[in-house]
């Protein structure tokens, strides 16, 4: 399972970000949020959503054996075992794994797809990649 | 906090540099609701009546409301507020954008500004780290430029609003701009925060909002979403945004054409919505949260000038710096958007402000020595970019415009003032209201002179006659309490207006919020117990029985529209009269339009009668009493 990502859709609105750490949280606060959205502004004028794409080179890069993919193809943190080091934050190629100051262990997608029921735009949808459960 | 609020207020003394971090005045928000009510609040509690908007003694304060990051729909506004230094009056702007939520999640709720720096500044809010940091180099440069700017230097994730050199240079129409393009234009912010030498605000925050039931609010948001997410309105909104309106408001007869001449723009075609999106559209942009995205991200491609990127133009541009300058392509329109936003001009009263200096040109009144050698024809982007430049640097007879069209007639005399297109020295929005005798009453009364933004009755008029102004007040008078309420809530109105959301709808997230438990009877009473307490301060600081303030320009009962739908119709002076009699025995204010001791006191606000008391303008009793109820519910169509 995954999220397919229409760049030129998304309006920077962040409702993605906002329902993401409701979700997970049950909290207000995007800063919280599992995914984030660049935006390139005055020029060229353009929003990207970036989403995990499931590379596994935060699980490869743990100290901790804390990150590990679940049966939908979702890199799962283990939030007792993770000492918040940091290194799976570098060696993310998307810039897709948070920290925030509240929280001892990094945020990462568990593709629960709260995002894409509420974009409007169709900027991200779920996307079931070949058939995965 | 689990009430929506952030929790802190901070004072910022711009004189001694002071920033003092105080609890949120909680019952205060209780009491205003918070944005344009608690703003009204305090200004008519710290400013002096006697003091210069643009001296040190006014204040200048930004508010993010409650609901404002809260989760709920189109739930990102932040509304500004000081004396306006264009009416002289209670002056509040809004915008959506960013950063009304951002403050909130650095854990802040409102700022407010006293005094008066020396040298150009900043704040810049990170989280807990508050500062005032220079602005020098910052100083002169464009209000989209400085954003640029300051997020080279900061980072990209703060958010920031900024003035350009408009308003430094005293131009009393000046906006505050975020996010490239989202403005508080009207009232004349801008002005007043570069008064303060005040040249930008950051915010950077990453705290948590605590409301009194999240699962309740998230449930009925999420309702909301879903819902409207198939509304048959969504689709129009999100590929035009307000630019729809355009092509719309032609024909129905309502669009000012050449400074209001006539309300029938027969070049329309060439600059409305389609022409937007086919001509100039980069991406759909939205404001916080919202899933509208009315924002339209737009370039302005024209031979021999640069390209330059801008948000918009939305309606209210499209008709004041389009049909009402004659305009004939939207990449003109457009690109006097762009100007208008870098030099940090509001595109309303800057669009009104065009057109009345066209009109003077036309009538000989202004000529071409006058504009070091240029002219000023209908349709003319060069001709309008050298106004442009001429009035913000306020070079020659640039400065006489540099106050608005009330201002400027003034000092070109010869009967201008007849087609001044302002009410209390604030220019029109983008409707013709002679034959919409509801939109000539909203902008007769607005407390902040001529704006749509109070009371919008367009289709009202239409719905209910637009020849006859029988009821017409009530209808106003309710408008004029639901509309500001959006603007102390810290939310947007489009949601209410076009995809039916309804007050109850609004009310209930508020409680979800706050836990309050209140009414939408008692948002609409605190909405005019606002409306009432910036009608006091507005008389107490201009010191006149309030009718005398409350008349169009000439042109709107002497002049009938010229040509279209609307041809040879238009108001009386009669009419005028008697809807603003109407209007005030609605309210419970006397024939002079002063509000009465029994209204006042009726809202709990009774102080300000003895205050006008003093003065002599507290309004005779009325005999039989004030109505029970003010205004009278009304759910204006869509469109």
């Not at chain 2, 609890?23 to 400013?47: K, M, N, Q, S």
């Not at chain 2, 131009?171 to 040249?199: E, N, P, W």
């Not at chain 2, 007040?473 to 309804?502: M, N």
């Not at chain 2, 108001?571 to 204010?589: C, I, N, S």
């Amino acid at each position: 399972m995954r999220i397919k990502v229409n760049r030129d859709n998304c309006t920077g609105c962040h409702l993605c970000r906002q329902v993401c750490a409701i979700r997970h949280y049950n909290e207000i606060n995007p800063k919280k949020a599992a995914l984030r959205i660049e935006a390139k502004f005055p020029d060229p004028g353009k929003y990207r959503p970036v989403v995990c794409s499931q590379c596994g080179k935060c699980a490869e890069v743990c100290p901790e054996n804390a990150i590990s993919q679940n049966d939908i193809g979702a890199y799962i943190v283990d939030k007792e075992k993770c000492i918040n080091c940091g290194e799976c934050v570098a060696a993310c190629p998307l810039g897709v794994v948070f920290q925030h100051p509240d929280l001892d262990h990094v945020i990462i997608c568990d593709f629960c797809m709260e995002c894409t029921r509420v974009c409007n735009t169709d900027a991200i949808v779920k996307w079931d990649k070949g058939g995965a459960k | 906090m689990n009430n929506g609020l952030a929790g802190i207020t901070l004072r910022v003394n711009l004189t001694t540099g002071e920033i003092r971090r105080l609890p949120t005045d909680e019952e205060l928000f209780r009491r205003c609701y918070g944005g344009r009510g608690v703003i009204a609040e305090i200004l008519y509690d710290e400013v002096p009546r006697d003091a210069d908007p643009l001296g040190p003694e006014n204040v200048f304060i930004m508010n993010a409301g409650i609901m404002s990051g809260c989760f709920i729909p189109a739930g990102a506004k932040i509304e500004f507020g000081s004396i306006s230094p264009l009416t002289n009056g209670h002056g509040d702007s809004n915008m959506g954008g960013h950063l009304g939520p951002e403050l909130k999640y650095a854990g802040y709720d409102m700022v407010i500004f006293t005094g008066m720096s020396a040298k150009p500044v900043f704040l810049y809010i990170d989280n807990d780290t508050v500062e005032l940091r220079d602005a020098s180099r910052y100083w002169g440069m464009g209000a989209l430029d400085c954003e640029v700017q300051l997020k080279k230097d900061l980072s990209e994730d703060f958010q920031i609003a900024t003035i350009g050199p408009a308003a430094e240079n005293g131009i009393l129409f000046s906006c505050i701009s975020h996010d490239y393009g989202r403005q508080a234009g009207r009232t004349g912010q801008g002005t007043v925060m570069a008064s303060k030498k005040l040249k930008a605000i950051a915010v950077r925050g990453n705290r948590s909002l605590r409301v009194h039931d999240l699962d309740a609010l998230t449930k009925q948001v999420s309702d909301v979403i879903f819902r409207t997410q198939n509304h048959p309105n969504m689709e129009p909104w999100q590929k035009y945004g307000t630019a729809f309106f355009l092509r719309w408001s032609n024909d129905n007869g309502v669009m000012p054409t050449r400074n209001f001449q006539t309300t029938h723009y027969e070049h329309i075609d060439k600059i409305d919505g389609d022409q937007l999106i086919e001509k100039c559209l980069i991406t759909h942009k939205a404001c916080f949260g919202c899933w509208m995205n009315c924002g339209k991200y737009t370039k302005a491609v024209i031979p021999g000038k640069p390209e330059v990127h801008l948000e918009g133009p939305e309606y209210e541009t499209g008709a004041l710096c389009g049909a009402n300058i004659g305009m004939m392509d939207i990449n003109h329109v457009a690109y006097i958007n762009w100007m208008l936003d870098n030099a940090g001009m509001d595109t309303m009263s800057g669009g009104g402000v065009i057109a009345f200096a066209m009109e003077c040109f036309e009538k000989g009144f202004i000529t071409e020595k006058d504009l070091e050698g240029h002219t000023l024809e209908w349709g003319s982007i060069d001709d309008v970019e050298h106004f442009v430049d001429m009035v913000t640097h306020r070079r020659g007879i640039g400065d006489w415009f540099a106050g608005g069209t009330k201002r400027a007639a003034q000092k070109i005399g010869k009967g201008s003032e007849k087609f001044a297109m302002q009410v209390k020295g604030q220019e029109m929005s983008g409707y013709d209201g002679r034959w919409a005798p509801g939109m000539m009453l909203s902008y007769m009364t607005a407390d902040i002179g001529a704006h749509h933004n109070r009371s919008w009755t367009i289709t009202v008029d239409m719905a209910e006659g637009r020849e006859k102004i029988e009821g017409r007040a009530k209808i106003v008078v309710y408008l004029q309490h639901v509309r500001p309420l959006f603007d102390s809530l810290c939310v947007c109105r489009l949601f209410w207006g076009e995809l039916d959301i309804t007050p109850e709808d609004i009310i209930a997230s508020l409680n979800h919020i706050t836990g309050w438990n209140v009414s939408v009877a008692d948002a609409l009473r605190t909405s005019e117990r606002t409306w009432n307490l910036t009608r006091c301060h507005y008389l107490e600081r201009n010191k006149a029985a309030g009718r005398t303030f409350d008349y169009p320009p000439a042109r709107s009962w002497e002049d009938k529209i010229l040509s279209g739908p609307g041809k040879g119709k238009g108001v009386t002076k009669e009419q005028v009269e008697q809807m603003l009699d109407d209007y005030y025995a609605a309210r419970g204010w006397d024939k002079k339009g002063n509000p009465t001791r029994e209204i006042l006191e009726d809202l709990g606000i009774g102080f300000a009668a003895e205050n006008l008391k003093k003065i002599g303008l507290l309004g005779e009793p009325i005999p039989g009493g004030i109505p029970p109820v003010r205004g009278e519910r009304y759910k204006p169509k869509a469109f």
